[in-house]
């Protein structure tokens, strides 16, 4: 016995979610760009491309967003908090790398001090991901220890039929069981097991438990290393941009001497004055040593204060960056002979 | 009955020259129309397209350069490098969509208080007819609005 | 020297042996198979990495500049493999004293068909850039006829309302990544206008004022610099066609002041020099 959503319901879904006051988000595409967006008929879904070149986190930590509006009077200063609106949504059809990226950040979010606006909108959010049956030469999800149909972090998952007509479809969390009973009809049960699908093939490109030894040995901080593989860098900052689970940014306010917005802008470590004190001293003077940071930053650090490390293997990092980097080849380096 | 669309004018001009025929103009008892705010420069050289973005950004309709004429600058030569730079930056604002009419360059010397108030009431009137800047101050009312998602 | 690769490689081998150049910045295989990157060669045991077709197209020039590998030149000169763009690229960096002409070999070369594997490359004699002159003046006196003058053209025949919308459209992607600064030779300014805050000039969020602003702001910071090389519009992780506005000021400061780029290392920058009967159609 299986569950299945069929292609040719989706207008129902959309139309089904739309009633109740829940939006419907999904992979879109055109010709210049691929995104997770505003989907209003099943026809602006693109289910083809591998993944969309934007990535899920755009949809719950935008890439500027106000927080708090500000007017300077004479004797005080007015303050209003942006509120974000009580929004329902449904985001279909999200890569599994992508679901997982949202619990990776979810550690970060809430540490410390809690970011209302990213876990607003989490709490908001049923994520129903699409297992991959397609790879490129870039997806390493794999080599992550993850795969092409994880469900962590994914309320839903959906395998495809082998038939293309629909997808089989899994609860994941007791949301994700909610919203299947919500939506009753458009979904149908058969009898028997139904064919599926595999899921992609990815090679492990690299050894995850080497690459962990090599970041916590003593030596490899102050190793030359670093200076070899990132002599390409230009410090352009779009690995950051596209990365599902990097989570910089700055804090500015926009305005004049009287009234503003403070916003909360994304930033990366790669920018050259991302560490830059206002004495002038620059901790991070060269793309060596910011380089080093991006790496253990993602796969040391973080995996020593939350225990998860800070990559999902998607591959955008490497399939835009301008001067053929990304993370990939520093870890397939570094699991083998690199870092002395 | 509506208020009549009063166009908001920023004028980036030199000290030697045109604020002098600002003065003049002034002093002339010349009637010309209140719409401008005039920041006085040293020179058109220093004038930079910074400044003009910065006007746009804060509402302005309409921009007006003027400094000394060719071959009079207080600086010889400052209002010679501003002549080529607003060669180019007009060009560029004009093929990014914001047009020509609202970026006025002038050459205004200090005994023509005249032109000055001249220039002002044809750029005033001229933008009355276009209208305010709609297109930029939709950007700048969006800045305030909330993150869409 | 030579007008083979063959003849390159052998030339490079002979500088580095020599001890002439400190390294050699050329292309080699990229991470897949239709991809080719930078590569900086320090001995000659290296240099069976470099490769040279029609899908190198990054412009080098970039390297350069890049702080930390200034410092590993170390006094030395340095071979760089270089297609025309990049040689006028080192022409302005020149003239704008931000390199020593004399320190740089150009190992030059131009592709038939750049972009395509299968294209032909011939190889470009001279290794200075003063041997570049007359193919640089041969380039500027073809002007600007390509696929991007046409969009230029049909974009001028729309009203301003609609050119406006058609860039605010394009600029609404613009996540502020500066990939297009950071790849571009001629963005060298160590702290760039968008970085600073005392005063702020120009937003630096990423909403569509933000975005306007930047983008017009170098537009205007390359016009007259611009070789046309298109590094910046290829790294564009949002597909905005920057190509459009840097050529269209590439065609601005030719047809005013009869200005093509980096036609020499000692030209003067386009907006740093003037002359008494400069073109004023439009000043009252």
Redesign the interface.
């Given at each position: 016995m299986a569950q299945i959503l069929e292609k040719n319901k989706l207008d129902e879904m959309i139309a089904r979610l739309n009633g109740d006051g829940c939006e419907v988000?999904g992979p879109r595409k055109n010709?210049?760009?691929s995104w997770y967006g505003k989907i209003s008929r099943a026809e602006e879904f693109c289910f083809d491309q591998i993944l969309p070149?934007r990535p899920l986190k755009?949809?719950f930590f935008?890439?500027?967003?106000?927080m708090m509006?500000y007017e300077i009077k004479k004797q005080q200063v007015d303050a209003e908090n942006?509120v974000?609106?009580k929004k329902q949504?449904v985001i279909f059809g999200a890569r599994p790398c992508d679901a997982v990226s949202l619990t990776i950040d979810d550690a970060l979010f809430a540490w410390d001090a809690c970011d209302e606006f990213w876990f607003e909108?989490r709490e908001n959010s049923v994520i129903v991901s699409i297992a991959c049956n397609k790879k490129d030469?870039?997806c390493m999800c794999t080599s992550l220890k993850s795969s092409p149909d994880v469900s962590t972090g994914s309320d839903v998952l959906l395998h495809e039929l082998v038939d293309s007509a629909g997808w089989r479809v899994s609860a994941i969390t007791p949301a994700g069981q909610d919203f299947i009973d919500k939506l009753g009809d458009v979904f149908s049960t058969t009898s028997t097991d139904v064919s599926v699908k595999p899921p992609a093939e990815v090679p492990v490109k690299f050894d995850l438990d080497a690459v962990i030894r090599k970041l916590n040995s003593p030596e490899i901080f102050e190793s030359d290393f670093w200076?070899t593989i990132s002599?390409?860098c230009?410090?352009?900052?779009?690995c950051?941009?596209?990365c599902p689970t990097c989570h910089c940014f700055?804090i500015?306010d926009?305005g004049?001497v009287y009234h503003g917005?403070r916003?909360k802008?994304?930033d990366?470590c790669s920018?050259?004055?991302f560490t830059r004190h206002a004495s002038g001293h620059n901790p991070r003077p060269?793309?060596?040593s910011r380089w080093r940071q991006r790496i253990m930053h993602k796969f040391n650090y973080y995996l020593e204060r939350f225990g998860q490390i800070s990559c999902t293997g998607c591959g955008r990092c490497?399939r835009?960056c301008?001067?053929?980097m990304?993370v990939?080849?520093t870890l397939v380096t570094l699991s083998t002979n690199g870092g002395k | 009955m509506t208020k009549e669309f009063e166009p908001k004018i920023v004028a980036f001009v030199c000290t030697y020259c045109t604020y002098a025929g600002a003065d003049l103009a002034g002093t002339s008892r010349l009637k010309y129309a209140p719409n401008v705010r005039i920041v006085k420069l040293p020179c058109t050289g220093r004038i930079s397209p910074m400044f003009i973005l910065k006007a746009l950004q804060?509402g302005a309709d309409g921009v007006l350069i003027s400094g000394c004429h060719p071959g009079d600058c207080h600086f010889t030569s400052g209002n010679l490098h501003a002549r080529r730079r607003w060669t180019v930056f007009r060009s560029l604002l004009n093929f990014v969509g914001i047009p020509d009419e609202r970026i006025w360059v002038s050459w205004i010397s200090a005994a023509e208080g005249n032109k000055f108030a001249e220039i002002i009431n044809e750029m005033t009137e001229k933008l009355k007819t276009l209208g305010p800047f709609e297109p930029y101050k939709t950007l700048i009312r969006d800045?305030?609005?909330?993150?869409?998602? | 020297m030579g007008n083979t690769l063959e003849e390159h490689i052998k030339r490079t081998r002979q500088l580095l042996e020599c001890g002439e150049v400190a390294m050699v910045i050329g292309y080699e295989r990229?991470?897949?198979?239709n991809?080719?990157?930078?590569t900086?060669v320090k001995e000659v045991s290296e240099l069976e990495r470099m490769v040279l077709d029609g899908l190198c197209c990054?412009n080098l020039a970039?390297y350069l500049v890049?702080?930390?590998?200034l410092r590993s030149f170390d006094g030395k000169k340095v071979a760089i493999f270089l297609t025309t763009a990049g040689v006028r690229s080192v022409n302005i960096l020149a003239a704008e004293g931000q390199i020593n002409p004399d320190c740089v070999i150009i190992l030059g070369f131009e592709a038939e068909k750049p972009g395509e594997l299968d294209s032909a490359i011939k190889m470009l004699d001279g290794e200075h850039v003063d041997h570049y002159a007359d193919s640089i003046q041969q380039l500027k006196s073809r002007g600007f006829v390509n696929d991007r003058a046409q969009v230029i053209v049909k974009l001028e025949m729309m009203s301003a309302e609609e050119r406006f919308a058609f860039w605010r459209e394009q600029f609404s992607?613009c996540?502020?990544?500066?990939?297009c600064?950071?790849?571009c030779p001629m963005c060298y300014c160590?702290?760039c206008i968008v970085?600073c805050?005392q005063p702020?000039w120009i937003?630096?969020?990423?909403?569509d004022l933000?975005n306007l602003e930047w983008n017009l702001v170098r537009a205007f910071h390359l016009a007259g610099r611009c070789v046309g090389c298109g590094?910046c519009e290829?790294?564009c992780?949002?597909?905005?066609p920057l190509m459009l506005l840097n050529q269209r000021m590439a065609q601005e400061v030719l047809k005013e002041f009869n200005h093509f780029a980096g036609e020499s290392s000692t030209q003067l920058p386009v907006l740093a020099d003037f002359k008494k009967d400069d073109p004023e159609t439009f000043i009252l």
């Amino acid at each position: 016995m299986a569950q299945i959503l069929e292609k040719n319901k989706l207008d129902e879904m959309i139309a089904r979610l739309n009633g109740d006051g829940c939006e419907v988000f999904g992979p879109r595409k055109n010709d210049t760009s691929s995104w997770y967006g505003k989907i209003s008929r099943a026809e602006e879904f693109c289910f083809d491309q591998i993944l969309p070149d934007r990535p899920l986190k755009e949809l719950f930590f935008p890439r500027t967003e106000p927080m708090m509006k500000y007017e300077i009077k004479k004797q005080q200063v007015d303050a209003e908090n942006y509120v974000l609106p009580k929004k329902q949504r449904v985001i279909f059809g999200a890569r599994p790398c992508d679901a997982v990226s949202l619990t990776i950040d979810d550690a970060l979010f809430a540490w410390d001090a809690c970011d209302e606006f990213w876990f607003e909108r989490r709490e908001n959010s049923v994520i129903v991901s699409i297992a991959c049956n397609k790879k490129d030469d870039f997806c390493m999800c794999t080599s992550l220890k993850s795969s092409p149909d994880v469900s962590t972090g994914s309320d839903v998952l959906l395998h495809e039929l082998v038939d293309s007509a629909g997808w089989r479809v899994s609860a994941i969390t007791p949301a994700g069981q909610d919203f299947i009973d919500k939506l009753g009809d458009v979904f149908s049960t058969t009898s028997t097991d139904v064919s599926v699908k595999p899921p992609a093939e990815v090679p492990v490109k690299f050894d995850l438990d080497a690459v962990i030894r090599k970041l916590n040995s003593p030596e490899i901080f102050e190793s030359d290393f670093w200076k070899t593989i990132s002599v390409r860098c230009v410090g352009c900052g779009v690995c950051t941009f596209v990365c599902p689970t990097c989570h910089c940014f700055d804090i500015q306010d926009e305005g004049d001497v009287y009234h503003g917005v403070r916003r909360k802008n994304w930033d990366s470590c790669s920018f050259a004055m991302f560490t830059r004190h206002a004495s002038g001293h620059n901790p991070r003077p060269d793309q060596a040593s910011r380089w080093r940071q991006r790496i253990m930053h993602k796969f040391n650090y973080y995996l020593e204060r939350f225990g998860q490390i800070s990559c999902t293997g998607c591959g955008r990092c490497s399939r835009v960056c301008p001067v053929d980097m990304g993370v990939t080849q520093t870890l397939v380096t570094l699991s083998t002979n690199g870092g002395k | 009955m509506t208020k009549e669309f009063e166009p908001k004018i920023v004028a980036f001009v030199c000290t030697y020259c045109t604020y002098a025929g600002a003065d003049l103009a002034g002093t002339s008892r010349l009637k010309y129309a209140p719409n401008v705010r005039i920041v006085k420069l040293p020179c058109t050289g220093r004038i930079s397209p910074m400044f003009i973005l910065k006007a746009l950004q804060k509402g302005a309709d309409g921009v007006l350069i003027s400094g000394c004429h060719p071959g009079d600058c207080h600086f010889t030569s400052g209002n010679l490098h501003a002549r080529r730079r607003w060669t180019v930056f007009r060009s560029l604002l004009n093929f990014v969509g914001i047009p020509d009419e609202r970026i006025w360059v002038s050459w205004i010397s200090a005994a023509e208080g005249n032109k000055f108030a001249e220039i002002i009431n044809e750029m005033t009137e001229k933008l009355k007819t276009l209208g305010p800047f709609e297109p930029y101050k939709t950007l700048i009312r969006d800045i305030e609005s909330p993150a869409e998602i | 020297m030579g007008n083979t690769l063959e003849e390159h490689i052998k030339r490079t081998r002979q500088l580095l042996e020599c001890g002439e150049v400190a390294m050699v910045i050329g292309y080699e295989r990229g991470s897949v198979e239709n991809r080719r990157r930078a590569t900086f060669v320090k001995e000659v045991s290296e240099l069976e990495r470099m490769v040279l077709d029609g899908l190198c197209c990054e412009n080098l020039a970039n390297y350069l500049v890049r702080e930390e590998l200034l410092r590993s030149f170390d006094g030395k000169k340095v071979a760089i493999f270089l297609t025309t763009a990049g040689v006028r690229s080192v022409n302005i960096l020149a003239a704008e004293g931000q390199i020593n002409p004399d320190c740089v070999i150009i190992l030059g070369f131009e592709a038939e068909k750049p972009g395509e594997l299968d294209s032909a490359i011939k190889m470009l004699d001279g290794e200075h850039v003063d041997h570049y002159a007359d193919s640089i003046q041969q380039l500027k006196s073809r002007g600007f006829v390509n696929d991007r003058a046409q969009v230029i053209v049909k974009l001028e025949m729309m009203s301003a309302e609609e050119r406006f919308a058609f860039w605010r459209e394009q600029f609404s992607r613009c996540v502020k990544c500066y990939a297009c600064r950071q790849v571009c030779p001629m963005c060298y300014c160590r702290r760039c206008i968008v970085d600073c805050n005392q005063p702020q000039w120009i937003n630096a969020s990423a909403h569509d004022l933000g975005n306007l602003e930047w983008n017009l702001v170098r537009a205007f910071h390359l016009a007259g610099r611009c070789v046309g090389c298109g590094n910046c519009e290829r790294a564009c992780p949002a597909g905005i066609p920057l190509m459009l506005l840097n050529q269209r000021m590439a065609q601005e400061v030719l047809k005013e002041f009869n200005h093509f780029a980096g036609e020499s290392s000692t030209q003067l920058p386009v907006l740093a020099d003037f002359k008494k009967d400069d073109p004023e159609t439009f000043i009252l």
